[in-house]
């Protein structure tokens, strides 16, 4: 069974720039999360999808950044304009259904590096 | 005060030693306690799930729920090289499908 694809890897950018990150979750799964892992800290959930439908984006920074799922499957975060504080690493999971005891699976995130 | 927190470390053991890994938490409302690994570059992967209070076992891995305390334990016995790592623990109240998570422990075995 694939895993949760995330691209690319690593990004540099300037402050003010844009920059987009793109997540393949396993298949079948309906729950799409992303987060934002800061250094030294854990996980911050940043948006989470059930299908092509918002559950929960409480704590995504609107003015600056947006998400979107393609037909319930691929997603895409992006990021206008950039941050300085921005630079964490970006990780994508997906979960079977989104219930709070499920096991959500990981990709291996997009670091940012914001100059 | 955070809801959860752990000791960044990191926590540095010979290999074959037992290791404790602790997380305290405030939230009486969590019931569904996790435990990931995170290996350096990659992403966390789910190590133990355990319900409520009580002990659980896995081959080398035991995860311990006192709620009375608002304190979760991870032990890893005859400690090995390949379990260093970050360790994350991550709670949730039920009915309430965001996970909080820890800060992260990072462990080293030393050969």
């Known amino acids: 069974e694939a895993g949760v694809a995330q691209s690319p890897r690593y990004k540099i950018i300037e402050k003010r720039q844009s920059v987009a990150f793109w997540c393949n979750p396993i298949?079948?799964?309906?729950?799409l999360y992303w987060y934002q892992q800061i250094l030294g800290q854990g996980p911050k959930l940043l948006i989470q999808?059930?299908?092509?439908?918002?559950?929960?984006d409480s704590q995504l920074p609107k003015d600056r950044f947006s998400a979107e799922r393609l037909k319930g499957v691929d997603s895409t975060l992006k990021i206008q304009p950039a941050k300085l504080e921005d630079s964490a690493v970006y990780l994508c999971a997906s979960s079977l259904e989104g219930y709070y005891q499920e096991t959500q699976y990981f990709g291996p995130g997009t670091r940012l590096l914001v100059l | 005060q955070k809801e959860v927190e752990q000791d960044p470390g990191p926590l540095s053991v010979p290999e074959g030693a037992i290791v404790s890994l602790n997380c305290t938490y405030s939230n009486s409302a969590f019931q569904y306690f996790m435990w990931y690994r995170q290996y350096s570059r990659k992403g966390p992967e789910l190590l133990m799930y355990?319900?409520s209070s009580g002990n659980k076992e896995d081959g080398r891995f035991t995860a311990q729920v006192d709620k009375s305390s608002k304190y979760i334990s991870l032990f890893i016995r005859d400690s090995q090289p390949s379990d260093s790592a970050t360790y994350l623990c991550?709670?949730?109240?039920?009915?309430?499908?965001?996970?909080?998570w820890g800060a992260g422990t990072k462990l080293i075995i030393k050969p």
């Open positions: 991550a709670m949730s109240a039920r009915g309430n499908y965001q996970l909080i």
């Open positions: 355990t319900y």
């Open positions: 999808f059930q299908n092509n439908g918002v559950v929960d």
């Open positions: 298949s079948g799964h309906a729950t």
